[in-house]
């Protein structure tokens, strides 16, 4: 095996997407293996490989961890994205856990009634406008320094940029009243390990289509 990390996922984004995002930040080159059949995931489970029965699952340092967002902890400390000290981290997580209330709204969005994609759509654009950006906005504006915490990249910056793009695909002008997020976006779309993740060819996945929602459902069928 190599001594890369191993993701075990689905062919898409899902909860996994924040994951490639972080390690691409941190310049980590992974190989992935991608589930298609209820089978390979009940396998999974069978041989212990899940400890609650979930995916993600990142093989890393010798471990299989499962659980998002100990998974991204892991991860951001080991490749110095977690601020100098406690109070930096305690910063960056709740900048995260912001973000991942508005991540959540949109992971579930692609799985909408087809009569409610419009009012889902709705309250992303609200919760996205007058809720999360505006935090953002006012920190970068307060400290003027090119990111979150610490004038220096982190956890919470990669998070935010994966936020504004996937909200951008289903809204292209969110980011019309809000010109410190225009900036970082523009910054972080430079950051040479981004700039290359935001390339074609690289393991960021696509927007979530119906063939995802159909392998998802058929995968995690109860």
Not at 21 to 47: C, M, N, P, Q
Not at 75 to 96: C, F, Q, S, T
């Amino acid at each position: 095996m190599s001594g890369k990390p191993r993701l075990t996922y689905l062919n898409g984004r899902g909860r996994m997407e924040s994951i490639r995002w972080l390690l691409a930040a941190a310049g980590v080159e992974f190989d992935e293996v991608y589930l298609e059949t209820k089978e390979e995931y009940d396998k999974l489970i069978k041989d212990g490989f899940l400890l609650f029965q979930q995916v993600p699952l990142v093989e890393i340092d010798g471990m299989k961890m499962v659980q998002t967002r100990a998974i991204m902890s892991y991860i951001a400390g080991k490749y110095n994205l977690h601020g100098k000290d406690l109070k930096e981290r305690a910063l960056i997580d709740m900048y995260v856990e912001g973000i991942s209330d508005l991540m959540q709204m949109i992971l579930m969005f692609p799985f909408s009634p087809p009569d409610a994609k419009e009012k889902n759509l709705e309250s992303i654009k609200e919760r996205a406008t007058n809720r999360y950006f505006p935090v953002f906005e006012k920190v970068l504006k307060q400290h003027g320094q090119d990111f979150l915490v610490g004038n220096k990249f982190s956890w919470a910056d990669v998070q935010l940029m994966e936020a504004i793009l996937a909200v951008e695909e289903k809204l292209p002008t969110v980011l019309s009243g809000f010109p410190q997020l225009q900036v970082f976006k523009t910054k972080m779309s430079n950051v040479p390990t981004i700039k290359k993740f935001l390339q074609p060819g690289s393991p960021r996945k696509p927007p979530p289509d119906a063939h995802y929602v159909e392998t998802v459902l058929k995968v995690f069928k109860k």
